[in-house]
């Protein structure tokens, strides 16, 4: 009795199982396209087998554990990766959109600007007196310096952009570490035993990665469960169930947001030049070294622009006899330089002679406009070594070699992190087609453990019959 | 290695977007014609491109230049001409009457007081609104008959208003050409040793009324190295008109080039653009019909 009993208990038992396995199958088919999720698989094993007198009887199969088939290794991996792929991304993408500034595909740009410019004073050497040239370099004039301005105002604009951006992403990462804490709390309180908290865990190797892609950090697992996230500069952002926040912060030098993290009490470390990975040192990287430096060599032209033009027409004599003020006004920045007012209202004193003593005036004097015209052929960039043009190409050049850089760096980290995922997904991946012939193995299983039942009720029914 | 669904189906997609940029640049270079759109497409590229446009506009700017330089010279040797078949015509007259009556040197007279006019208007001639023979005074007729004292001929006297300036022209870069302006080495030039063409005539005019026979030969004598002096000034225009020429020469075999190597760098080759966009449409096509055939089948449709 007690056998049939034990038959009958155990395919009770092995109609459990696997109808939980087919649950746990179930539970793989839904998530197929889930992000993040690893596949899960329930372990079986054997009870304890009860002994008789012809040795152990097996008593069936129970339940272990529903595990979670995933490679931890890989997961750091993947997030170490992740941060250079985000930094990349980030900084590709602010590039990409600086190049279109440099707009010099149709040739609209600073070099027709400043060409023409150079032309207008060439032309007014072959008329030095005569209004239309001396109207028209004011017009090319003007041209040039706008477009200066409008250079300048647009890198400008796009730091500003980027400040956005970076605080954007600074809610974000607060939001993600937020999450990170309560996915602590939650995975530490299910585990309590022996239990996996695979859901849990999964998600928050997806909230991991999606941090990581945002700033570089080092994650680990204590002995509890519990993951902790440090900033690479050993500032805490997770600790158990603790989060700290980022936030930005004006920097009154440069007129852009910091990025800072808040201690335990609230007090704000300046971390902008700590960050060394993930979205936001691609935008911090753009922002505070990239365009700088394009606007510090456009500053640079102008200001060597302005004052050997300016220089050359103070020692000059405009049409009135009188010495030349400066032709450029401003501080000699990109954002500033505009055309002296004055020459604007009057182009009578454009400077274009030189000292027309005794006489009044010389208006068929065109020496001083030679040798500004002159100005455009000689070295007076980069230490002597490069003219304007020379100098303003180098650095189109330049901003479209950052372009190829990020590009290249980010396809790389791409292939790699594709490569990495891949692996990921060969191991921790659900194959439908896998999930179809367990479907079948459990289902045959099942149908054979109901089988079992009813042939173990039949067998009591006989015996009862016997009775 | 395991390959799941979401393997595969993750990897056509990178092949499919990696596809799609390639086609979306192809189709940039052929649309706009060219195969640089922006400068990382080649940025070596760019800063010869820009290199080349600036020589380009500067050549322009050069011929210009030059074109003016030449216009300019004619029109001095025009006028220089001018001045030389008047001066021979008073010459001429002055030989004639060296032998001739009281009356007939009235006559002269008269007549050449008109050619000395014409003489005096072609020294103050304008081009493109500015006097050609006064230096930088440019706006200041370089010649003026003195005529405020002056009752009779003899004591009209010629003013220079002008000063010794000339005119430069950029025809390279930092190479300029010099022409003279100064009026003075041309028809003035007696503070050097030349000849004041126009004291000489008036002389020659004076002595005419004068009947004065000695007067008009010495004068005959000196119109002579006037007009000496006028041709060695033409002479001396010439090798700065062979100088524009050669120049203009240089450019004009020289602008051409760079216009060749500013189409190779920057021009796209429409025929191979398209050929390669043809290959490309058939790569994706290919992986589209591949991602098809992968995607589709899976165990579910082959079980009962």
Redesign the interface.
Known sequence: MSDLNAIMSIGGQALITHQQAISVTSHNIAN??TPGYSRQELAMSTNVPSDSEIGPMGNGVSPDAIERIYDRFINAQINNESQELGRWDAQKNAV?SL??I?N??Y?YGL??A???Y??AW??L???P??SAERQVLVTRAQILTSTFNKLDSDLTLSQQDLDLTIQGTITDINRLSAQLADLNQKIVASEIGTQNANDYRDRRDLVLKELSELIDLNAFEDANGNVSVLNASGRPLVSATASWQLSTELNVVSGLQDVVWLDDDGNSVNINNDISGGKLKGWLEARDVLIPGFLNRLDALAQTLVTEVNNLHQTGFDLNGIAGEVFFDGTGTAADIEVNANIVGDPGLIAA?FD?LP?PS??????NA?EI??L???LLMSGNTATF??Y???L??????E??KS?SYYTHQSEMV?QL???R???S?????EE??NL?KFQNAYAAAAKLVSTADEMMQTVLQMV | ???????MI??IV?YLTRQNEALFDRQNIIA?G?K?????????G??R???Y??TI??I???Q??IQ?GKTRLDVVEVNLDLVDDLLEVVRAIAQDETGGTTESRQRAAESLKDVYDQILDQANSKF????LF??????TAPFSRDDTQATTFDQFTITYNG?A?D????VA??T?ITMQ?DGQPIFHDAASGGINIFDVMRDLIVGLENDDTAAISIQSGLLEQGETQIQDIRSANAPILYQLQTTENHWEHYKPKIEDLLGTEENADITRAVVELQSLELAYQSTLATAARIIQP???SF?Q
């Open positions: 197929v396209n990409e190049e279109m440099f010099e595909t040739g070099s027709e400043m060409s023409e150079w032309n060439q032309a050497t072959i008329n007196a005569g002679s027309p006489f010389a208006p068929g004097d065109n020496r030679v015209a002159k455009q052929h000689q043009n020379d303003y190409s180098s189109v050049r330049d901003v479209g070699n372009v190829l590009d594709a995922d891949n692996y997904e060969s191991i991946g659900v194959s439908l087609d179809m012939i079948i | 290695m395991r390959v799941t669904n979401n393997t993750h990897s990178r706009s060219k640089i759109n922006k400068p990382s497409d080649d940025p070596l760019m800063g491109v820009l290199d446009r600036q506009a500067s322009e700017q050069y210009t230049n003016r493109n609104d500015n006097y006064s230096g930088y005074q440019t706006k000063d300036g005119m430069q022209f950029i870069d930092n300029t302006a899976g165990l579910i079980l």
